[in-house]
């Protein structure tokens, strides 16, 4: 009886003393554990570029009030853009002096390219900076054939863009190009460049050329496009037309034959900078022009396509004999020549 009484008095004593004893140990445990707090040493990687990499030039098909609306108002088919710049002599315009409009920070996405392809680069709202000019130029849906009317192309009202508006969106595009170095001259595109299926802005009347002279944007020299319309070197047919149009950044697929989507595509080449000859197809002065900004542009890629489909030297002066100005039988030595000319 003393040794249970005994044993009990020992149990009740140590087990309050073991909780003491645990209670104190994991007191002493929380005690040492400190919070952790964020602490993030910078440590820059060499593998890296900018998101940025092209500007998209739309007009807005609309004059300022009903832009702005549709740029920065919620609807069933919500757009936007990066910027806005207004025209003269818009009645709805309320300034006196033009000015430009941010409406979506350049770190965020703007909803401005849609289905878009460019280079190896898909969905361009990704990647671009989208810049919207109040023009009220529209081009109407395609004419279907009936029983009685052929089909028609598309009608393009498009009026003459406002010099104030292009000194401001030279000023605009020279500002970020300084802060995004990856906007090579071929990446400041026209919306109808990377959607030809559905876009044709900003239409045929925006001054490409101007726009080049003032250091932004890509164009061809005259005498390049003269030299290789007299002495042409994409002689391969459709299939190296089509593989000509893809390096330069066209989203084409080279089929091999002028189907739909290559009519499409050689349409917005041109609409870029043939504009005063939009028809779809690859005639002489479209052909030199695409190859005196494959020469400026990529020329040791351009090299390599007119070598792959060059006549054999026989055949060549037969050739010249036949359709004299037609093709070519440049030289590799020849054609290097022209290539670095251009890039100097």
């Known amino acids: 009886m003393f040794r249970q009484k005994l044993s009990f008095r020992v149990r009740t004593l140590c087990y309050p003393l073991l909780l003491c004893g645990l209670t104190m140990l994991l007191q002493g445990c929380a005690t040492t554990l400190s919070p952790v707090q964020l602490n993030i040493s910078k440590h820059p990687s060499e593998n890296q570029n900018q998101r940025i990499r092209f500007v998209v030039l739309h007009y807005t098909a609309g004059n300022w009030q009903q832009s702005l609306q549709i740029l920065t108002q919620k609807s069933a088919r919500p757009v936007s853009s990066h910027y806005l710049i207004p025209e003269s002599f818009d009645s709805t315009y309320p300034e006196q002096e033009l000015k430009g409009y941010q409406l979506v920070a350049e770190t965020e996405r703007a909803w401005h390219a849609g289905a878009s392809a460019f280079e190896d680069r ?164 479209s052909i030199a022009v695409l190859s005196a900004l494959l020469a400026k542009y990529r020329p040791e890629a351009f090299l390599q396509l007119i070598h792959q489909t060059a006549p054999k030297a026989s055949k060549c002066h037969r050739h010249q004999a036949d359709k004299p100005g037609i093709a070519s039988c440049h030289t590799k030595e020849h054609q290097q020549i022209t290539i670095n000319n251009n890039k100097n």
């Open 122 to 285: 898909q969905n361009l709202n990704d990647q671009s900076i989208g810049i919207e000019l109040v023009n009220t130029g529209h081009c109407d849906q395609p004419i279907k054939a009936t029983a009685t009317s052929k089909a028609r192309p598309a009608l393009c009202l498009t009026p003459d863009f406002d010099p104030q508006q292009m000194q401001l969106l030279a000023l605009l595009l020279k500002d970020i190009l300084k802060r995004y170095p990856d906007i090579s001259p071929t990446r400041v595109l026209a919306h109808s460049d990377i959607a030809p299926a559905k876009k044709q802005d900003p239409g045929p009347r925006f001054p490409w050329q101007w726009l080049a002279s003032q250091g932004i944007g890509a164009w061809y020299d005259n005498n390049t496009v003269r030299q290789y319309y007299q002495q042409p070197v994409l002689t391969g047919g459709i299939p190296q037309l089509q593989q000509a149009l893809r390096l330069y950044g066209y989203a084409i697929e080279v089929t091999g034959e002028h189907d739909a989507q290559s009519k499409l595509y050689f349409s917005a080449f041109q609409r870029h900078f043939v504009p005063e000859h939009i028809t779809g197809e690859p005639d002489d002065k």
